[in-house]
Every structure is written in structure tokens, then in C-alpha cells.
């Protein structure tokens, strides 16, 4: 089971001069340093300037990863002719407002993930940028992890057919009553489960392009003792094609966020198809096929998420630029994976089943 490390860790295009797409960092949380700031370092990308609101971030950011230029200005950083995109690491809140700005003086922006929290948040903002004539990209970083991208690159590769099952098993901890996140109205689905929901359509649009989630429902459960203001655990099941169960590919996913015992955490995909199946977590992937059902191949992956899925993301949306073609993710691709996360939030609040159509206007 040939998987080398080239075929999905991150990589510039060749043809792509990084020195032409000067970064302009806009926000300098713990994300950008912890993240974004490393990966494009490893990159040999090049970061001309930041900005955020606190003096003392901003410096600290651009002593530390020597970046030529700070401020606390948006406009300075928009007055820069060496900043040619714009990388925008800010929470949703302060998202729309940033991008009215941008559009002053309008470039290429990468934002963080999602695009916002709810779908029309997020229409809103693509709809600024449309009219501004900027190039909007979403970070959607999972997408280009190593273990994602491998498991992508298995099922171009058709490796195990015809996929008709899709599950995903995450359990971990984000109960720390300290962190921003406890706050943040449905976080556990909108905001963290997100990369998994996204994760979802990106595996089963690898599998089948013609395939897109038409309804789903969700559960959630809340603990009385909990810091999080929303529930920290979902279930979901998705479903693609007409109603009635006929179509040939479904999807599972759970997620429970508060686990207190480090030892009973986990992460795996199981992806089922025609010809034998695949699984793994960020460090192994497994496949064994109908055809040696008694074999187990074993991939032992290089990489991480943190950094290289930041630095996949923001490579291949530079190319995308650099080409004149449309970023990886655009806000139509996102509008339909922050639909997921409305349908799920509306789903576990009025217990019933949820539709693409209901909530986007469109057919099936």
C-alpha cells in the first residue's frame, strides 16, 4: 500500500515565487502564533506585516517571528504596497467589519474557519466580498492535515471503491472554565465540530463529487456541572440523495467534549467501501481490502495538523491566486458546511430532522 509522505504533506507549487505574495497577518492571537505564523515559516513564506487592536500582541508577534512591520491599524497595513493578501486570523465577531475595510482597498484574503457561525453571518460576508471584488478563501485547515489529506488522496485513488459509509469518533476535553470558548454560543458544533462536519462532505465529495448532504438529525447532551454555556457532546446522522434511505452513502458522526479522563480519549474515521475499508487517526492509517480480507496494511504518517494543515491551506490558496483560479474553499463550498452546523443546532433544539433546502433555498 504505496502512501508516501510527499504525496500529502504540504508543498508550495513550484511554479509559485512566495517572495510575489507578501502576507498581511490580521490578528495576533494564539492561533496565528501558535499555527498559522510556524507553518508559513516552515514554508519559507514570506509575512511583510501584522495587525491587531493590542499594541502589545502585535509586537510581540513580529519580534518573535521577524516580521518587518506592526500596528494597530487596519488602514496602515492597507496602505502597504508589499502586502499582497491577507490572512485574516480573527474570531467571527470582528470579521465583517474587518472585510468592509478590506474592501477599501481590496486583495485576496484567507480567513479563518468557518466563515462564520451561522449561515447568514456567513452569506453576509460573502456577499461584501463579492461586491468588493475580493477573493475570499476559508481556512478550513482540517482539510489539508496530513491524515485527512492520505485519507483523500486513498479514496481518489479508489482504493477501497465504491464508498457507502462515512463515521467519525472524536472524544476529548474543552470544559476549561478560564477559556474564551465556553462562551461562544453552540462551540462544541459550530466552531470546533465544524472541522468535522466539513471533514464529511470533503471525504464524500472526494468519494462521489456528485455527492452533497440533503438532511440530518442531531442530539446533543448538556452536564448540569459543565463551564460551557451549550452542550459539549453531539451525535449525527447525515444522509445524502432523496429521502427515504435508497441512496448509497451515509454518514455518522459523535463527538463527546468532555471527557475527564485523558486516558479514554480518541479520534478515528472509519470510511467503508465496496472493495474493504479504511481508518485511522493522526498518526497510523489502516486499509484492508475484500480481496486479502485476513491483511491489515499499516501507514505510519509523517506531519501533524499544527502546523502543516495551516501551511497546506495557505500554499495551495497562494497557487489558487497565483493562477487566477478560485480559492480551495470558497464561501459557497463553506456556506453548505455552516448550513451543517445551523441544521444540527436547529435539529438538537427541536428534536426533528433538518434539510439542506430548508435552510440554503434549494433544490435536493
Request: hydrophobic share 40%.
Amino acid at each position: 500500500m504505496l502512501l508516501n509522505p510527499e504525496d500529502y504533506l504540504p508543498r508550495l507549487s513550484p511554479e509559485v515565487d512566495p517572495a510575489k505574495y507578501g502576507i498581511g497577518l490580521i490578528g495576533c492571537g494564539g492561533i496565528a502564533n501558535q499555527a498559522h505564523l510556524p507553518a508559513y515559516r516552515k514554508m519559507g513564506l514570506s509575512v511583510v506585516a501584522c495587525c491587531d487592536v493590542n499594541a502589545e500582541a502585535a509586537r510581540r508577534t513580529a519580534e518573535k517571528f521577524d516580521i518587518p512591520f506592526w500596528t494597530t491599524d487596519i488602514g496602515e497595513l492597507l496602505a502597504r504596497e508589499d502586502v499582497r493578501l491577507l490572512d485574516m486570523a480573527l474570531h467571527p465577531p470582528a470579521r465583517l467589519p474587518v472585510l468592509r475595510r478590506i474592501a477599501e482597498a481590496p486583495r485576496p484574503v484567507l480567513c479563518q474557519k468557518p466563515l462564520a457561525l451561522t449561515l447568514a453571518e456567513a452569506q453576509e460576508l460573502g456577499a461584501v466580498a463579492a461586491e468588493a471584488g475580493i477573493r475570499l478563501g476559508v481556512n478550513q485547515q482540517a482539510r489539508w492535515a496530513p491524515a485527512h489529506r492520505a485519507m483523500q488522496i486513498l479514496l481518489k485513488r479508489e482504493t477501497i471503491g465504491e464508498v457507502y459509509s462515512i463515521q467519525h469518533l472524536m472524544r476529548s476535553y474543552q470544559d476549561q472554565a478560564d477559556m474564551w470558548w465556553v462562551n461562544v454560543p453552540n462551540f462544541n458544533i459550530a466552531d470546533h465540530g465544524v472541522h468535522y462536519l466539513d471533514l464529511c462532505r470533503f471525504f464524500a465529495r472526494t468519494a462521489r463529487p456528485d455527492a452533497e448532504w440533503t438532511r440530518l438529525h442531531a442530539t446533543t447532551a448538556q452536564l448540569p456541572d459543565q463551564n460551557a454555556i451549550d452542550p459539549l457532546i453531539y451525535s449525527a446522522n447525515v444522509e445524502f440523495g432523496p429521502p427515504g434511505g435508497r441512496h448509497p452513502l451515509m454518514a455518522s458522526l459523535q463527538f463527546n467534549n468532555i471527557v475527564r479522563a485523558g486516558r479514554g480519549h480518541s479520534y478515528t474515521w472509519w470510511i467503508d467501501g465496496a472493495k474493504g475499508s479504511l481508518w485511522g487517526n493522526h498518526k497510523e492509517l489502516y486499509v484492508t481490502l475484500a480481496s486479502s480480507p485476513s491483511v491489515v496494511h499499516d501507514i505510519q504518517l509523517k506531519g501533524s495538523w499544527f502546523p502543516d494543515g495551516f501551511a497546506g491551506s495557505m500554499c495551495d490558496f497562494i497557487a489558487a491566486i497565483d493562477r487566477g483560479e478560485e480559492p480551495p474553499v470558497t464561501p459557497e463550498d463553506n456556506y453548505r458546511t455552516v448550513a451543517m452546523t445551523t441544521a444540527m443546532v436547529l435539529s438538537s433544539r427541536e428534536g426533528r430532522v433538518v434539510e439542506r433546502a430548508e435552510l440554503m433555498g434549494e433544490a435536493g
